[in-house]
């Protein structure tokens, strides 16, 4: 089974959407206490994953909460129009998850490492973002009404400051006292498919680096004491789990080869993962892989989620113009 795989080669999924499908594969069946939602866009698929209970919780290996999946392969096309609809689709996503007063104020956390592209996500929507803290009171009357204060910040990681991330945040969430954290941050994904055009929500927080194995200090609304939604894009996938993927295609292909069939159900599953661990050598449970496009993609997805951001907390945002807005 995946899951078991997974497990064997320490790869922790930080997308609910794929923890869900790989779950309900190896069981099939559908997951008791986890609700899923489709609906469709024209250049995106959104999906909604509520996980309601504990038990659920621990089969899922996700706390409870609301995971939002908007996938958008159009992500990967130089379309500024197609690029704001996506964005629309974000902020309207984000706003549900919201629980504002007009006046609320907000805290947005790039996390990452800006000196690595696939890790650059998090600082690159900081760059872009709408930020309102310090200059609300002068904005033009026509916009200081809906424009809520926005505090951005990109703490870096803990190989560039020496500090663990939360413990930076939560030194800055004591002394500016936001009512809501978003903290961004790239993520690792089992689909190569999904590099760089899926973007996930949750109102459960974020745990930085889980995805290629560095485990951190959570933030989330019992770390942080006010509440915390993560936005994550999948920038990397495992090779294990490309190579595994490798092996699983050729196997299917082989099984409808009556020659071959009966030697091919006989393989024993552990000797799959043995292969896959010796292909990759040192790196067996630590390579990890990104498009070479990379750069392009960071770039297109800062402007996106600055953009969705921007849209669903300030009211004044007109949301076919939010791109004038963008620093």
């Given at each position: 089974?995946r899951?078991?795989?997974?497990?064997?080669?320490?790869?922790?999924?930080?997308?609910?959407?794929?923890?869900?499908?790989?779950?309900?594969?190896?069981?099939?069946?559908?997951?008791?206490?986890?609700q899923?939602?489709?609906?469709?866009?024209?250049?995106?698929?959104?999906?909604?994953?509520?996980?309601?209970?504990?038990?659920?919780?621990?089969v899922?290996g996700?706390?409870?909460?609301?995971?939002?999946?908007?996938?958008?392969?159009?992500?990967?096309?130089?379309?500024k129009?197609?690029?704001?609809?996506?964005?629309?689709?974000?902020a309207?996503?984000?706003?549900?998850?919201?629980?504002?007063?007009?006046?609320?104020?907000v805290?947005?956390?790039?996390?990452?490492?800006?000196?690595?592209?696939?890790?650059?996500?998090?600082?690159?929507v900081?760059?872009?973002?709408?930020?309102?803290?310090h200059?609300?009171?002068?904005?033009?009357?026509?916009?200081?009404?809906?424009l809520?204060?926005?505090?951005?910040?990109a703490p870096?990681?803990?190989?560039?400051?020496?500090?663990?991330?939360a413990?930076?945040?939560?030194?800055?969430?004591?002394?500016?006292?936001?009512d809501?954290?978003?903290?961004?941050?790239?993520l690792?994904t089992?689909?190569?498919?999904?590099?760089?055009?899926?973007?996930?929500?949750?109102?459960?927080?974020i745990?930085?680096?889980?995805?290629?194995?560095?485990?951190?200090?959570g933030?989330?609304?019992?770390?942080m004491?006010?509440?915390?939604?993560?936005?994550?894009?999948?920038?990397?996938?495992?090779?294990?789990?490309?190579?595994?993927?490798?092996?699983?295609?050729?196997?299917?292909?082989?099984?409808?080869?009556?020659?071959?069939?009966?030697?091919?159900?006989?393989?024993?599953?552990i000797?799959i993962?043995?292969?896959?661990k010796?292909?990759?050598?040192?790196?067996?449970?630590?390579?990890?892989?990104?498009?070479?496009?990379?750069?392009?993609?960071?770039?297109?997805?800062g402007?996106?989620?600055?953009?969705?951001i921007?849209?669903?907390?300030?009211?004044?945002?007109?949301?076919?113009?939010?791109?004038?807005?963008?620093?």
């Open positions: 089974m899951s078991d795989l997974y497990r064997s080669l320490g790869i922790k999924i930080d997308m609910a959407l794929e923890a869900h499908d790989i779950v309900r594969g190896d069981t099939g069946q559908e997951i008791p206490g986890v899923q939602q489709k609906q469709s866009f024209e250049h995106a698929e959104v999906t909604v994953i509520r996980i309601l209970d504990a038990s659920a919780a621990q899922m996700k706390p409870v909460g609301t995971y939002i999946t908007i996938d958008a392969p159009a992500i990967r096309e130089n379309n129009q197609i690029h704001n609809e996506i964005a629309e689709v974000l309207k996503q984000l706003s549900s998850l919201l629980n504002l007063t007009h006046d609320a104020s805290l947005i956390v790039g996390l990452g490492n800006w000196n690595a592209t696939p890790d650059a996500l998090g600082p690159r900081v760059n872009y973002t709408l930020v309102t803290r200059l609300k009171k002068y904005a033009p009357q026509d916009l200081s009404g809906g809520r204060p926005v505090s951005a910040l870096g990681v803990l190989g560039i400051t020496g500090i663990e991330t413990e930076i945040i939560k030194g800055v969430v004591e002394k500016t006292r936001p809501l954290i978003i903290a961004i941050d790239a690792a089992q689909s190569t498919d999904r590099i760089a055009t899926s973007i996930q929500l949750a109102d459960t927080g745990s930085p680096g889980a995805g290629i194995g560095n485990q951190r200090m933030i989330n609304k019992e770390t004491g006010v509440p915390v939604i993560a936005i994550g894009v999948p920038t990397v996938v495992n090779a294990a789990v490309i190579a595994q993927g490798a092996l699983d295609r050729f196997m299917q292909q082989m099984a409808t080869n009556p020659v071959v069939r009966d030697t091919v159900k006989n393989i024993n599953p000797t993962q043995e292969i896959v010796s292909v990759l050598g040192p790196y067996s449970t630590n390579l990890m892989v990104t498009p070479k496009e990379i750069d392009d993609l960071i770039q297109s997805l402007k996106i989620i600055a953009g969705g921007s849209i669903a907390l300030h009211p004044s945002v007109d949301p076919q113009e939010f791109h004038m807005y963008l620093h």
